[in-house]
């Protein structure tokens, strides 16, 4: 669907509706609230300076929903100040010599990734490159919004709690495969793409190369292997973003003093996915625990936040050759999604909770700078589901519960139900089992010019337009 925009005659059914709107609250004595100020600024058509792009991976509706309820069912999220929804379809193709490719109705996160990065659909596993006969076989590499946002002149930002060369920030300045080549050592699946064949190299070399202006997540390990090939050659990737000029920090107190200026800034807080922010009881079959609240602040202090790096990056991208010509940042909250796989309920809940506030840092940027759009999706739905807490007896569910008290006094009950099991009769392979995508729909917000494009049901390849592509 890439090219889709906005129907004339739905952009011109809400311009009546927002003047009407504005004419019966003159009448009243009234005054505009802000979903109408929005709509009237959106049907300007400008085109933002800025783009804030922010993914909860596997952050589908019950995620988002279970977030709001642990705090409390009248607690305004940050997301909730967005005045555009929409739901977006996030369907992947299956492997072929030639198209037609069939659809995969259970994506993962770098075929979804891949289709709002670069406006096409791919197979799972691949990062920015099409659809070809299997998944180890290369295909046709495809131009990323961020790579287009750096022709433009502009200054791009990739953040990320999960590691840096994981799928969703991979998809952005990489091209690859198989998602799994993240570091120099671990292109055994992808020879044909590493740089002593030919290749562009491995995930993280290639983010590097592309000079990001700010990169910033976990994955230490992959930067700290050996480049077996090209110029950099016995180097490390952290050796190398050195020697291309990238300022190198490992803490949030590095991260804080960076200065500001062009160089580009390569933040490494971990040697995998950083730290969660809540943690809280284990999931079980069948009914579940006693119910308890979540445990907050678990994150080390050495680690910046989610809202702090998506601060630090807007300060950072908000200079020098940003402030003329605009920039591109993509802030994923990644462990939504891994914790869905794991059934840890407040693991998911604190990890969409500090995405809500990175939602809220790049909103409040954006209020001194109404040029900004802002967008928030999932790359993905995922297997959490609310429950009933009193169920009993023969209404039990059937997959692996967990019970918490929420900021209201109240059970809120979550139950994973999509992990395989080995047949009949056959264990699960892990205890929890690791839980499955599923394929439903995924909610879509937007706040700023270009926001009403986000409006109805349509597929994720139409954001890569909407991002600038």
Same mark, same amino acid.
């Given at each position: +669907?890439?090219?889709?925009? &906005?129907?004339?005659?739905?952009?011109? !059914?809400?311009?009546?509706?927002?003047?009407?709107?504005?004419?019966?609250?003159?009448?009243?004595?009234?005054?505009?609230?802000?979903?109408?100020?929005?709509?009237?600024?959106?049907?300007?058509?400008?085109?933002?300076?800025?783009?804030?792009?922010?993914?909860?991976?596997?952050?589908?509706?019950?995620?988002?929903?279970?977030?709001?309820?642990?705090?409390?069912?009248?607690?305004?999220?940050?997301?909730?100040?967005?005045?555009?929804?929409?739901? =977006?379809?996030?369907?992947?193709?299956?492997?072929?010599?030639?198209?037609?490719?069939?659809?995969?109705? =259970?994506? =993962?996160?770098?075929?979804?990734?891949?289709?709002?990065?670069?406006?096409?659909?791919?197979?799972?596993? *691949?990062?920015?490159?099409?659809?070809?006969?299997?998944?180890?076989?290369?295909?046709?590499?495809?131009?990323?919004?961020?790579?287009?946002?750096?022709?433009?002149? +502009?200054?791009?930002?990739?953040?990320?709690?999960?590691?840096?060369?994981?799928?969703?920030?991979?998809? &952005?300045?990489?091209? +690859? #495969?198989?998602?799994?080549?993240?570091?120099?050592?671990?292109?055994?699946?992808?020879?044909?793409?590493?740089?002593?064949?030919?290749?562009?190299?491995?995930?993280?070399?290639? +983010?590097?190369?592309?000079?990001?202006?700010?990169?910033?997540?976990?994955? *230490?390990?992959?930067?700290?292997?050996?480049?077996?090939?090209?110029?950099?050659?016995?180097?490390?990737? !952290?050796?190398?973003?050195?020697?291309?000029?990238? *300022?190198?920090?490992?803490?949030?107190?590095?991260?804080?003093?960076?200065?500001?200026?062009?160089?580009?800034?390569?933040?490494?807080?971990?040697?995998?996915?950083?730290?969660?922010?809540?943690?809280?009881?284990?999931?079980?079959?069948?009914?579940?625990?006693?119910?308890?609240?979540?445990?907050?602040?678990? *994150?080390?202090?050495?680690?910046?936040?989610?809202?702090?790096?998506?601060?630090?990056?807007?300060?950072?991208?908000?200079?020098?050759?940003?402030?003329?010509?605009?920039?591109?940042?993509? !802030?994923?909250?990644?462990?939504?999604?891994?914790?869905?796989?794991?059934?840890?309920?407040?693991?998911?809940?604190?990890?969409?909770?500090?995405?809500?506030?990175?939602?809220?840092?790049? &909103?409040?940027?954006?209020?001194?700078?109404?040029?900004?759009?802002?967008?928030?999706?999932?790359?993905?739905?995922?297997?959490?589901?609310?429950?009933?807490? =009193?169920?009993?007896?023969?209404?039990?569910?059937?997959?692996?519960?967990?019970?918490?008290?929420?900021?209201?006094?109240?059970?809120?009950?979550?139950?994973?139900?999509?992990?395989?099991?080995?047949?009949?009769?056959?264990?699960?392979?892990?205890?929890?089992? #690791?839980?499955?995508?599923?394929?439903? !729909?995924?909610?879509?917000?937007?706040?700023?010019?270009?926001?009403?494009?986000?409006?109805?049901?349509?597929?994720?390849?139409?954001?890569?337009?909407?991002?600038?592509?």
């Amino acid at each position: +669907m890439k090219g889709k925009r &906005l129907p004339v005659v739905l952009a011109l !059914v809400l311009f009546a509706a927002a003047i009407g709107a504005v004419a019966t609250g003159a009448l009243a004595g009234g005054k505009e609230d802000s979903t109408e100020q929005a709509v009237k600024a959106a049907l300007k058509d400008r085109k933002p300076k800025n783009v804030i792009f922010l993914l909860g991976d596997g952050m589908g509706t019950q995620e988002i929903t279970a977030a709001r309820y642990y705090l409390g069912v009248n607690h305004e999220l940050n997301v909730d100040r967005m005045p555009f929804t929409g739901f =977006d379809a996030t369907w992947s193709v299956k492997p072929a010599a030639s198209p037609p490719y069939l659809p995969d109705y =259970d994506p =993962d996160s770098a075929s979804t990734g891949t289709a709002w990065a670069t406006g096409d659909k791919t197979i799972d596993e *691949r990062i920015s490159q099409g659809p070809s006969s299997a998944e180890n076989v290369p295909g046709v590499n495809l131009e990323t919004v961020l790579e287009l946002a750096q022709q433009q002149g +502009m200054k791009v930002g990739d953040v990320s709690t999960a590691e840096i060369t994981d799928a969703t920030p991979a998809v &952005l300045a990489a091209h +690859m #495969s198989l998602r799994g080549c993240q570091g120099p050592a671990n292109m055994g699946a992808c020879p044909l793409e590493t740089k002593a064949a030919g290749g562009l190299g491995s995930i993280a070399e290639q +983010m590097v190369d592309h000079h990001v202006d700010v990169l910033l997540g976990g994955g *230490r390990a992959r930067f700290s292997q050996t480049i077996t090939g090209g110029p950099y050659t016995g180097k490390t990737v !952290v050796a190398s973003a050195q020697a291309q000029g990238h *300022r190198y920090v490992t803490d949030a107190d590095g991260l804080a003093t960076v200065p500001s200026g062009d160089k580009p800034v390569l933040g490494l807080f971990t040697n995998g996915n950083m730290s969660l922010e809540w943690s809280g009881p284990a999931a079980s079959t069948g009914k579940g625990n006693a119910a308890v609240a979540c445990t907050e602040g678990q *994150r080390p202090a050495n680690e910046p936040s989610l809202a702090a790096m998506t601060k630090r990056a807007i300060d950072l991208l908000d200079d020098g050759a940003g402030k003329k010509k605009g920039f591109f940042l993509q !802030v994923e909250g990644a462990s939504i999604d891994k914790q869905d796989h794991a059934t840890n309920a407040c693991g998911q809940l604190g990890e969409t909770v500090a995405f809500d506030r990175a939602i809220g840092v790049a &909103l409040d940027y954006q209020a001194s700078h109404p040029d900004t759009l802002v967008v928030v999706t999932a790359d993905h739905s995922h297997t959490s589901q609310i429950v009933s807490e =009193d169920a009993s007896g023969s209404g039990l569910p059937t997959g692996y519960s967990t019970n918490l008290l929420t900021k209201d006094g109240q059970v809120l009950s979550l139950t994973y139900g999509t992990a395989g099991y080995g047949g009949a009769g056959a264990p699960p392979a892990a205890v929890p089992p #690791s839980q499955q995508h599923t394929g439903a !729909v995924v909610p879509v917000w937007a706040s700023g010019p270009g926001g009403l494009a986000v409006l109805g049901t349509n597929d994720h390849t139409d954001l890569f337009q909407t991002l600038g592509g």
